[in-house]
């Protein structure tokens, strides 16, 4: 399978713990974004790397949410000390370098985060 | 923020009957983007479509970017059971590719 991967696909905390997420994009993809999703809402964005360069976050993205993406390949986005209103799902997409096509983001299945 | 106004929120239709949703926005923009989601899963791109006027086919699937650029709509022809999922509108509002926003989705049921 070369499609985006997201890994856990679940994960249920207690809340003020902190949580990892990581992404695998597919591979020639240089683009990576994370969204998040609620209930009856579409995707919003997060945060976008190239590379392993952090271009763009979104208000969304509050003090106790960061990306990484070290080596300009997976990516980790860590929420901490989490809150119930961060229970979501927390969806990765990547695309390509270049021309048109990076507009085409391809998403992965999404990690479920349920904080109680 | 920015917000795409997608219609309608749901549809229940029958097996071989043609579906139209659609999606407007006070915003022009340079990229529409169509994906269906099923449940518990990541958005499946359908469609993409890139100049005013573009008219794109993905087997049953048609969509069109609106002249305007604040809109576009996407038909499912022929129904079938496997259509059933949520079909979210996407728009990219810059020109290198970056956040996309999204409507609401429109809820698909079909019944066989």
């Known amino acids: 399978d070369t499609g985006v991967s997201q890994n856990p696909r679940h994960k249920i905390t207690k809340r003020g713990q902190n949580v990892t997420f990581r992404c695998d994009p597919i591979?020639?993809?240089?683009?990576l974004y994370w969204y998040r999703q609620t209930l009856g809402q579409g995707p919003e964005f997060l945060t976008y790397?190239?590379?392993?360069?952090?271009?763009?976050k979104s208000r969304l993205l509050s003090d106790r949410f960061s990306a990484e993406r070290p080596k300009g390949s997976f990516s980790t986005l860590e929420i901490q000390r989490t809150e119930q209103g961060d229970s979501a799902m927390y969806l990765c997409?990547?695309?390509?370098?270049?021309?048109?096509?990076?507009?085409?983001?391809?998403f992965g299945p999404g990690t479920r985060l349920t904080v109680t | 923020g920015q917000q795409l106004n997608q219609s309608p929120q749901s549809m229940f239709i029958q097996e071989g009957e043609d579906v139209s949703m659609n999606c407007t926005s006070s915003?022009?923009?340079?990229?529409w983007l169509w994906y269906k989601q099923d449940p518990g899963e990541g958005p499946v791109l359908l469609i993409a479509?890139?100049?005013?006027?573009e008219l794109t086919s993905n087997g049953r699937l048609t969509a069109q970017f609106g002249i305007t650029r604040k809109d576009s709509f996407l038909n499912i022809s022929a129904s079938i059971p496997s259509d059933v999922g949520i079909y979210f509108c996407?728009?990219?509002?810059?020109?290198?590719?970056?956040?996309?926003?999204f409507g609401k989705g429109t809820t698909l049921s079909v019944s066989s």
């Open positions: 479509l890139y100049k005013a006027g």
């Open positions: 591979s020639e993809h240089n683009r």
């Open positions: 915003s022009i923009f340079n990229t």
């Open positions: 996407a728009g990219d509002l810059n020109q290198a590719g970056t956040a996309l926003i």
């Open positions: 790397f190239q590379n392993e360069a952090q271009l763009e």
């Open positions: 997409a990547s695309s390509l370098p270049t021309g048109g096509l990076t507009r085409e983001q391809y």
